[in-house]
């Protein structure tokens, strides 16, 4: 049986800092050090690592004034990923930007293609702003992940994850409102055979309780053969707790299927538009009306994502563009800090077929 991930457990913030200047490389590389070594990583990988935190620290001190964060997250399948954002003018043009050589500071223009080389997996995103147009962000976002483990370890982890999902990529964003013992947001995702399923909750209110309500819900996943009786489990499961609202997802065959209780929210983009999906009132564990699925063909690059009420809805094509058509793990880390509210638990799940 292929494993059931849980964002509890396998999607993790490990580090989050403002990059206001120099200074913050000396906490940035002792946590950084810290961190590689409990996670059992190569002391080659590691330089690498303390190379990458150290160009995209510079990169934003030189480009962004010190505007801007670096965060350090641990992902499903042993993933350990260094993610920044900042709140700069945004690179004109990014792809000439990651060439060796090319800098626009008088440098040695290592930077973005030293980031690349260096990484694992790389990823990248910006945006301009423009007089005419004001857009809720402006700057630049970069993912650099590496995988865990030894060395030599180190293909096979990746190559191990990637059988694990087969034909789809997903991404993750999980963060508590201010206690990270605490987070009553949880997704729940499993593949198997040619469907991928997940269940997204958000437990009422936040702390221990929120939290105590979406545990154990991992099991319901493979034992449920449709989402109609996976949505009945739960509901049931739910009913000695505070309650919880969901999202309950599935792709196969070219088809994608949503299910939803509560006042959460659905984005499906299919390389053209995004539109925006919203679901039946109610609460799991208490009392909610019947519910409709919604149902689409689902090709391949089809971006879906879903996300709790901690995460503002009023997503728009305009004020990312470009950004649907990556990395479902970079769409998740930047929508959740963009776009999260600073008054409750924030997640999103994304899902797309290579």
């Not at 999906?277 to 919604?294: D, Q």
Request: proline share 3%; glycine share 8%.
């Amino acid at each position: 049986m292929s494993k059931i991930f849980d964002s509890a457990t396998d999607c993790k913030l490990l580090y989050s800092s403002p990059a206001q200047n120099k200074s913050a490389m000396i906490l940035l590389r002792s946590k950084l050090l810290a961190i590689s070594q409990r996670l059992h990583i190569h002391p080659l990988k590691q330089e690498k690592m303390l190379l990458v935190a150290s160009e995209i620290l510079s990169n934003q001190t030189k480009h962004a004034e010190g505007r801007g964060l670096i965060q350090l997250w641990q992902q499903p399948g042993s993933m350990f990923d260094l993610f920044a954002l900042d709140y700069g003018p945004g690179i004109p043009n990014i792809h000439q930007a990651e060439k060796d050589g090319y800098s626009t500071s008088n440098t040695l223009g290592q930077g973005l293609g030293a980031i690349r080389r260096s990484s694992d997996e790389y990823y990248a995103y910006t945006q301009q702003g423009t007089p005419e147009q004001t857009k809720k962000w402006s700057g630049t976002a970069i993912l650099a992940r590496f995988t865990a483990g030894e060395m030599s370890d180190a293909n096979h982890v990746s190559e191990s994850m990637a059988k694990e999902l087969g034909n789809f990529q997903v991404g993750m964003f999980s963060k508590s409102l201010s206690d990270n013992r605490y987070n009553g947001d949880r997704i729940y995702f499993h593949k198997i055979d040619k469907t991928l399923r997940w269940v997204h909750l958000d437990g009422l209110g936040h702390g221990a309780e929120a939290q105590a309500a979406t545990d154990n819900i991992a099991a319901h996943i493979t034992h449920e053969t449709d989402m109609d009786s996976l949505l009945t489990a739960i509901d049931k499961q739910l009913i000695n707790t505070r309650g919880a609202v969901a999202i309950f997802g599935e792709i196969a065959s070219g088809n994608a299927k949503l299910l939803g209780v509560g006042d959460m929210h659905a984005h499906l983009y299919d390389q053209k538009q995004l539109y925006p999906i919203a679901f039946t009132p109610g609460v799991l564990g208490r009392e909610h009306h019947t519910t409709a699925p919604a149902q689409s063909k689902f090709g391949k690059k089809y971006t879906i994502i879903t996300a709790s009420d901690g995460i503002r809805r009023n997503l728009d094509l305009r004020n990312f563009e470009g950004l649907f058509n990556s990395s479902p793990q970079l769409i998740a880390y930047l929508l959740g800090n963009i776009m999260g509210r600073l008054s409750d638990d924030q997640s999103i799940f994304v899902a797309r077929i290579k």
